[in-house]
């Protein structure tokens, strides 16, 4: 009898353990580098731009995409009319949104050891670690090494212009 008490008081202390490891066996998927976007809350306007360029489905494919992203506080610096000139014509704006993503995942540990990159849209952006800081052309990589299921991201503070 002190046996079987023994076990019955042993499955009951492991049950909640046992429940919660199943809990953590099913972590979710991490989202494609559109949905991470998104859901981020403060890409707004980089949405509505690869949306009106044709790209989304291009960024929800399988990559790698490394994607310097400018948040809508970038994309707020540009001179005025210069967002809807782009939003108007849908070549430029995708030559200035390609400009912003580079073939295969570059994390940052590797960005910091380039010059320069070869990005989507054929033109390379210039790299350089100025004061401890990433500088993408003339963006400063705010944030780093934001993972997605086909990429990464790294959010930049300026929008580029090729």
């Known amino acids: 009898m002190k046996i079987s008490s023994f076990l019955l008081s042993a499955m009951i202390a492991t049950t909640p353990i046992a429940a919660h490891a199943g809990d953590m066996s099913k972590k979710a998927a991490p989202k494609d580098i559109v949905d991470t976007a998104v859901a981020a809350g403060s890409f707004t306007t980089l949405a509505t731009a690869l949306d009106a360029a044709g790209l989304i489905a291009t960024l929800k494919g399988p990559g790698p995409f490394t994607v310097f992203a400018p948040t809508d506080a970038a994309f707020e610096k540009l001179p005025a009319g210069t967002l809807d000139a782009l939003l108007a014509d ?73």
């Open 90 to 162: 849908k070549a430029k704006l995708s030559g200035v949104l390609t400009y912003h993503v580079v073939s295969g995942k570059v994390m940052a540990a590797d960005v910091v050891k380039l010059t320069s990159a070869d990005t989507v849209n054929g033109k390379s952006v210039s790299i350089k670690v100025v004061d401890g800081k990433v500088m993408v052309n003339n963006a400063t990589v705010v944030t780093a090494d934001i993972e997605a299921s086909n990429g990464v991201i790294h959010v930049i503070d300026t929008v580029l212009i090729p």
